[in-house]
């Protein structure tokens, strides 16, 4: 049996054989212990070493894949996990580095799950390992300690995570600060054996990683008490050097850099979280980082480096009692020239970055990926102490600004670097405050003015061609950039024909930069909500200038170069955005680009961002151009759409399954066209909702198709099929919206005696859920159905069909659901339309129901009014987190093949009661006075005898 896996794994290493031994390894999963055969595999030296790789590689996907289920139960046999528990770890740490690696990678999924409360063996094995005077095992230990506590770096503080905490402290505090004693005196014995240093500097770069780790919430006890022989090893090894750690590549960082530049972020937790503890030893540190910022080179292994000292020294600047000691001028000015000046001038490998890789040079730039960046860190340095000692740091500032200008003058071809950064430091000065992805910088440095500098400095390199570094061009559009909130609505309406002839530049970063700051300007508005660039100023430009953008993206026809700049497509998609039906005049061109590059980038998806504001400006363009001829659209966008499905181009589906909703929703023609309808057999597959990220957008698609092609999927069979989604959707957490979703349509869409035969079988699915794993969004969707559902008397539904399901799942259950689940959670509903939805139903059940009039009468009848009142009169209990839907900014978005909502499609809630007008008050006073009469006077005697006094008035005052 292990030959033949072994054999599968071989072919799997071989790119003619891999597909086909994917799939059989796929086959093999499902067998008994695939897991433990694998482990069996690695650890054997019997195979050769790629073999044994190969394994603890498939063993990890494995284990990512199942572990556990989306509730976080277990998909292997109980004796499977505890072995792999078991034997995990000892594994591990005997293994060559590569598969230390893959296994650490499993540990780590499987503590992401588990850790600590269903394996609180874990810290135990990995201390009972650690040894005093072996680092290649201490490596392997720490790895996995890494990888599982720095989980804790960016969570909130709550009891579970400080139970965790306490936990592994207990066990781990002790024994790894006596670790770190017995590797400084290893470090000492092997000062002279290269490979022995480079082992036990391995070490300590995870143990540094690790203080950080410990540290991130509190400070450890054990940290505290010896906080002083912690403080000493930190400062020996921040100042330590040895020519064996040295890397021969100037380009390159080696465990010195790494080690001293982990040491600098425990410095600024430390300094930032425990001054009360950390504040005696922290003068020795400023001097030393002060030394070493004064006399570092310039070469690019030291950027990590520089970058993470000059945090620290930032952190130290807005601490009052250290920060006196960069008060006076003459300080200031040291401080300027000998740690700002340096880091914040371009060097030679920014301008080969420039040159050589323009989209990594701009995206450095622009998102804060360059914090590692020197110029980013020197920029934070400089603004904190601005922040401190505004007039100084700005008088000082000016004096280089003017100086650098000076030089620029005197020979702009030759000294155009200094214009740079002149520009740089002001600009730096200028801003305060966190500059936003959505606004740029909104508050400003009062001593000095943003539209003078530009006026003086920087128009004139934007309107004239001629001798003007590119480098100075992007820094005119990056200061319109930065400063875009602060420029008035008139100057931005002057500069944007500036702006829009750049991207004509043959210079990439030039002419990406200009198409950055046309997408952020398009997007401004001002104080009353107005554009600031109002649409009839772009709408007579936007064929060309979309033409234009267009090309450059297609300029290289290579898949990964069409979709390298989402910079581009981002401004597409604004434009698309802002002329809306503006677009229909020239519908066939933009059509045709939207389809070639579809086929294009189908083939190698391999830049979401881009991809995603593709499909965000498709979706837009559908929008707006397709109500004007939808079939035409339909047509055009199927063969690619369905290409990318049969071609299973997973990232794409959910975008493509939105698209071809937003397609038939803006068709308002009443029967479902012939190809939606061939879509339906298909989309129904189970394979097709095996992906999570296919899901909501499937159930998009579905919800448009079915209103229109109910009496066609009658017809098919297919209520069954679509019912099996929703019982398949409502059995898991992360997809229970999503179920109710789609069995909202579905009531909505189909006549009663279509579903009659389905209702109790619906009903017993979801109360099964309420009973075995309830959860709040569970109750409250389960109650906005509920409200949904007696609301339609229009369809023939009311509160008695519902309870006379609900009696047919089990005799008795109606009145313990309606009591502590239905009126229990109705409070909480938080959208207005569904509050409307269960206000309608409320007052259908008081006015119409015959069983709340009878049966219910004595509690039930009053309860109902008064849930009703409270609806009415209350706001809601809780904002629940599913009824909130903020616009996203794509900079806070993760992309995965998960799902992305697209925006400009987003679908808008449809009222399904209009008729009940503006205030509800009112017609709930009317509703039930045509009861009462209807009823003969039912309505107010129930009123009278089940009610208290104050109900009583309120309801009066509706009536009267």
Same mark, same amino acid.
């Given at each position: 049996?292990?030959?033949?896996?072994?054999?599968?794994?071989?072919? +799997?290493?071989?790119?003619?054989?891999?597909?086909?031994?994917? *799939?059989? *390894?796929? !086959?093999?999963? !499902?067998?008994?212990?695939?897991?433990?055969?694998?482990?069996?595999?690695?650890? +054997?030296?019997?195979? $050769?070493?790629?073999?044994?790789?190969?394994?603890?590689?498939?063993?990890?996907?494995?284990?990512?894949?199942?572990?556990?289920?989306?509730?976080?139960?277990?998909?292997?046999?109980?004796?499977?996990?505890?072995?792999?528990?078991?034997?995990?770890?000892?594994?591990?740490? +005997?293994?060559?580095?590569?598969?230390?690696?893959?296994?650490?990678?499993?540990?780590?999924?499987?503590?992401? +799950?588990?850790?600590?409360?269903?394996?609180?063996?874990?810290?135990?094995?990995?201390?009972?390992? *650690?040894?005093?005077?072996? $680092?290649?095992?201490?490596?392997?230990?720490?790895?996995?300690?890494?990888?599982?506590?720095?989980?804790?770096?960016?969570?909130?503080?709550?009891?579970?995570?400080?139970?965790?905490?306490?936990?592994?402290?207990?066990?781990?505090?002790?024994?790894?600060?006596?670790?770190?004693?017995?590797?400084?005196?290893?470090l000492e014995q092997n000062k002279g054996n290269k490979e022995n240093l480079t082992q036990g500097f391995t070490q300590l770069n995870l143990m540094v990683k690790l203080i950080y780790d410990l540290s991130c919430h509190d400070l450890p006890p054990m940290f505290e008490d010896n906080i002083a022989a912690v403080a000493t090893i930190l400062l020996k090894y921040l100042t330590y050097d040895n020519q064996l750690l040295h890397t021969d590549d100037d380009t390159e960082a080696g465990l010195l850099e790494y080690v001293r530049a982990g040491i600098f972020e425990v410095l600024t937790l430390y300094v930032q979280k425990f001054l009360d503890a950390f504040g005696p030893h922290v003068g020795q540190f400023i001097q030393s980082s002060w030394n070493f910022l004064t006399t570092i080179g310039q070469e690019t292994k030291y950027d990590i480096l520089v970058s993470r000292a000059l945090h620290f020294l930032t952190s130290v600047a807005s601490m009052p009692e250290h920060a006196v000691a960069f008060q006076a001028e003459e300080t200031l000015s040291q401080i300027i020239e000998k740690v700002i000046l340096p880091n914040v001038s371009l060097r030679e490998s920014d301008e080969e970055l420039f040159e050589d890789e323009p989209i990594e040079f701009i995206r450095r730039d622009l998102e804060g990926s360059d914090s590692e960046t020197r110029r980013r860190a020197a920029t934070d340095f400089l603004r904190r102490l601005a922040e401190k000692f505004e007039e100084s740091v700005t008088k000082v500032v000016l004096k280089y600004t003017e100086h650098y200008l000076a030089e620029y003058a005197k020979d702009p071809a030759s000294n155009w670097k200094a214009k740079d950064t002149a520009t740089y430091l002001f600009s730096a000065i200028a801003a305060k405050g966190v500059a936003t992805s959505t606004h740029g910088v909104t508050a400003t440095n009062t001593l000095v003015s943003i539209t003078d500098f530009f006026q003086q400095n920087l128009a004139a390199d934007l309107i004239t061609d001629d001798g003007i570094h590119p480098i100075l061009k992007v820094d005119a559009i990056k200061y319109l950039y930065t400063f875009r909130s602060i420029i008035t609505k008139e100057q931005w309406q002057g500069v944007l024909p500036v702006l829009v002839k750049h991207l004509a530049s043959d210079n990439y970063v030039v002419y990406t930069y200009a198409a950055i700051a046309v997408e952020r300007a398009l997007f401004l508005s001002d104080g009353q909500g107005q554009p600031v660039i109002p649409p009839t100023e772009i709408t007579p430009l936007a064929k060309d200038l979309l033409e234009h953008i267009f090309t450059l993206i297609q300029k290289d026809p290579a898949p990964q170069k069409v979709q390298e700049n989402e910079f581009l497509m981002r401004c597409v998609m604004r434009v698309l955005v802002v002329i809306r039906e503006g677009v229909v005049p020239f519908t066939d061109t933009v059509l045709q680009r939207f389809i070639t590059i579809t086929q294009i980038i189908s083939s190698n998806p391999s830049n979401p961002r881009f991809y995603y504001y593709f499909f965000e400006a498709m979706g837009a363009f559908i929008r707006y151009a397709a109500p004007a001829d939808p079939a035409k659209l339909e047509q055009a966008f199927y063969a690619p759409f369905a290409g990318i499905l049969q071609g299973d181009v997973q990232e794409f589906m959910p975008y493509v399954f939105q698209l071809f909703a937003a397609l038939l929703e803006?068709?308002?023609?009443?029967?479902?066209?012939?190809?939606?309808?061939?879509?339906?057999?298909?989309?129904?597959?189970?394979?097709?909702?095996?992906?999570?990220?296919?899901?909501?957008?499937?159930?998009?698609?579905?919800?448009?198709?079915?209103?229109?092609?109910?009496?066609?999927?009658?017809?098919?069979?297919?209520?069954?099929?679509?019912?099996?989604?929703? !019982?398949?959707?409502?059995?898991?957490?992360?997809?229970?919206?999503?179920?109710?979703?789609?069995?909202?349509?579905?009531?909505?869409?189909?006549?009663?005696?279509?579903?009659?035969?389905y209702f109790v079988s619906i009903m017993q699915i979801i109360m099964q859920r309420l009973q075995n794993s309830k959860t709040e969004n569970l109750a409250v969707r389960f109650v906005r159905f509920y409200h949904f559902v007696t609301a339609h008397d229009d369809k023939g539904y009311n509160p008695d069909f519902i309870m006379q399901v609900t009696e047919q799942v089990q005799q008795g259950l109606f009145t313990p659901v309606y009591l502590n689940v239905i009126l229990q959670d109705t409070q909480k509903l938080a959208r207005p339309l569904d509050r409307k939805t269960a206000v309608l139903s409320l007052t259908k059940t008081v006015a119409d129901s015959e069983a709340f009039a009878t049966k219910y009468s004595q509690k039930g009848w009053g309860f109902t009014v008064n849930a009703l009142l409270k609806l009415l009169e209350l706001p809601p209990d809780v904002t629940h987190k599913d009824d909130v839907n903020a616009e996203v900014d794509i900079d806070q978005m993760s992309f995965g093949v998960g799902f992305t909502p697209l925006n400009t499609i987003r679908k808008s809630p449809t009222d399904p009661w209009p008729q009940t007008g503006a205030d509800l008050k009112v017609w709930v006073g009317s509703y039930l006075k045509e009861a009462d009469k209807k009823h003969n006077g039912r309505v107010s005697q129930m009123a009278q005898t089940r009610l208290d006094d104050q109900a009583k008035a309120v309801l009066g005052s509706y009536i009267a």
């Open positions: 049996m292990a030959d033949a896996l072994g054999a599968l794994l071989e072919a +799997s290493l071989d790119p003619r054989r891999n597909k086909e031994a994917e *799939l059989a *390894l796929r !086959q093999e999963e !499902q067998k008994p212990n695939f897991s433990l055969q694998l482990l069996q595999i690695t650890a +054997s030296a019997s195979h $050769p070493y790629n073999i044994r790789l190969a394994s603890a590689l498939c063993f990890k996907n494995f284990i990512k894949r199942n572990w556990t289920n989306e509730d976080g139960n277990y998909k292997l046999p109980e004796a499977e996990v505890a072995t792999i528990k078991r034997e995990l770890i000892t594994l591990m740490i +005997s293994m060559p580095a590569g598969i230390q690696t893959q296994l650490g990678e499993a540990v780590s999924v499987i503590a992401d +799950s588990d850790f600590w409360e269903r394996w609180d063996t874990l810290v135990d094995d990995l201390v009972s390992k *650690l040894s005093p005077s072996d $680092p290649a095992v201490n490596v392997g230990v720490l790895q996995v300690a890494h990888s599982i506590f720095k989980r804790w770096r960016p969570l909130f503080q709550s009891n579970e995570l400080y139970l965790e905490i306490n936990h592994v402290l207990e066990k781990f505090g002790t024994p790894f600060l006596s670790l770190f004693e017995s590797l400084d005196n290893y803006a068709n308002s023609s009443a029967s479902l066209p012939s190809y939606y309808q061939e879509l339906i057999g298909p989309i129904l597959m189970p394979v097709m909702w095996d992906s999570r990220g296919n899901i909501p957008a499937l159930v998009r698609l579905l919800a448009s198709i079915i209103p229109r092609g109910s009496e066609y999927i009658a017809q098919q069979n297919q209520i069954e099929p679509i019912l099996g989604i929703f !019982q398949k959707l409502v059995s898991t957490k992360a997809n229970e919206g999503y179920a109710f979703d789609l069995l909202e349509t579905v009531v909505e869409s189909f006549p009663p005696t279509a579903l009659q035969q």
